[in-house]
């Protein structure tokens, strides 16, 4: 059995509580002969600008490329507001995507039968709900130069981002996009904003042509953002792969994210690409929920995101996909006997605490991995 090197980045709020429950997690595993995973902590946020001034260190980063996987918690909060902006705690994040040049970030929207009640839409348009959210993650306006802000004088300002992107960005995510289809219900929506943006045009000619070039038996569609944004909450089961550039990608998929029921239920997994020598490729996985300081400390965060991103961190980066579907079985069962973080509570539901729903999911996986 291979030896995996993971590198955990608990960061900020209630990031070290998720992670925690991912420790006792692979701890389980590695006591029950379902994995063999090595694992090293550092900093990276807030607390590492309060360790070293930055927001994540040198040698953490060539950590992060050296480890076979990286797991992140969460960064930020307002106790770092007034810190210079190329060190706030979101840099570090920025940083680890851009150097790692993870370029595709998979964001799962799941609606678990158990929590289609806990949506803000109707039980009947969410339950069953299976899409992904594929977000080209390291270009963009993110990304682009010129970033600035000028004193122009008289008391006014000129703020400039940049959308930029080269037609080797779009068929990379987009190669991702119809390969991800192709193994679900084999359509792939392309979302961009053609009819007023420059980016989106070339966005839509590049799609159009690698669909045609490459992979003319999935289904593609083009949507504009904002309609598809529309869609979005007035039918979302309507959607398999949705593939979108670094801005949309970031406002479409927290909108996804509420459409399951919480932000804590929601992972994702940002892939670079695949190594022609290795095989391997670098991958950082988190969960899509913020650091939440409001309840850090306090035992009450979800630690289910976290536990399905180190899920999708078998799938995507270990291939043990059997141990990854166990996983978020026993969350969907978990779910299923009513437990349930604050987050997500409901009616006649045992609200219980984030040491508490870690621990329900190891123990039922425990019991599916031993029939």
């Not at 595993?29 to 550092?42: P, Q, Y």
């Not at 490329?65 to 840099?91: F, I, Q, S, T």
């Not at 289609?116 to 993650?137: F, Q, T, Y």
Request: hydrophobic share 45%.
């Amino acid at each position: 059995m291979a030896t995996y090197n993971l590198l955990l980045l608990p960061g900020d709020g209630i990031g070290p509580e998720v992670m925690a429950e991912v420790k006792r997690l692979i701890a389980w595993m590695n006591a029950h002969g379902m994995g063999r995973f090595e694992t090293e902590e550092a900093l990276v946020g807030g607390c590492c600008y309060d360790a070293h001034g930055v927001a994540v260190t040198d040698e953490t980063v060539e950590k992060a490329k050296a480890a076979d996987a990286v797991l992140l918690g969460a960064v930020g909060g307002p106790k770092w507001d007034k810190v210079p902006y190329e060190h706030r705690p979101e840099a570090g994040l920025l940083r680890l995507r851009k150097d790692l040049d993870l370029f595709a970030n998979i964001r799962p929207a799941v609606c678990y039968p158990a929590l289609a009640s806990s949506s803000s839409l109707k039980p009947e348009v969410v339950e069953g709900l299976d899409i992904i959210i594929l977000r080209e993650l390291t270009g963009g306006v993110y990304f682009g130069e010129p970033k600035t802000i000028t004193d122009l004088g008289n008391g006014q300002k000129r703020a400039i981002d940049t959308q930029i992107y080269d037609t080797y960005e779009i068929e990379r995510i987009g190669r991702v996009a119809f390969e991800l289809a192709r193994k679900r219900r084999n359509k792939v929506t392309s979302m961009e904003k053609r009819n007023v943006m420059k980016t989106g045009v070339l966005w839509n000619e590049v799609m159009t042509a690698l669909h045609k070039r490459e992979f003319p038996d999935v289904q593609l569609e083009h949507q504009l953002a904002d309609s598809g944004g529309m869609q979005l909450v007035r039918w979302p089961k309507q959607f398999d792969v949705i593939v979108t550039d670094n801005l949309f990608g970031d406002i479409l998929s927290d909108i996804a994210a509420m459409l399951t029921g919480s932000l804590g239920m929601l992972p994702s997994a940002s892939l670079g690409e695949v190594n022609p020598k290795t095989k391997k490729r670098k991958a950082l996985y988190e969960p899509v929920h913020g650091s939440a300081p409001d309840i850090a400390g306090k035992g009450l965060a979800n630690p289910l995101a976290m536990i399905a991103s180190f899920g999708m961190a078998l799938r995507y980066s270990f291939d043990m996909a059997k141990e990854a579907d166990l996983i978020e079985q026993a969350i969907a069962n978990v779910l299923a006997r009513g437990l349930r973080t604050p987050d997500i509570k409901s009616e006649g539901a045992a609200v219980v605490g984030t040491a508490e729903m870690g621990q329900a999911v190891v123990e039922e996986l425990a019991r599916l991995a031993a029939d």
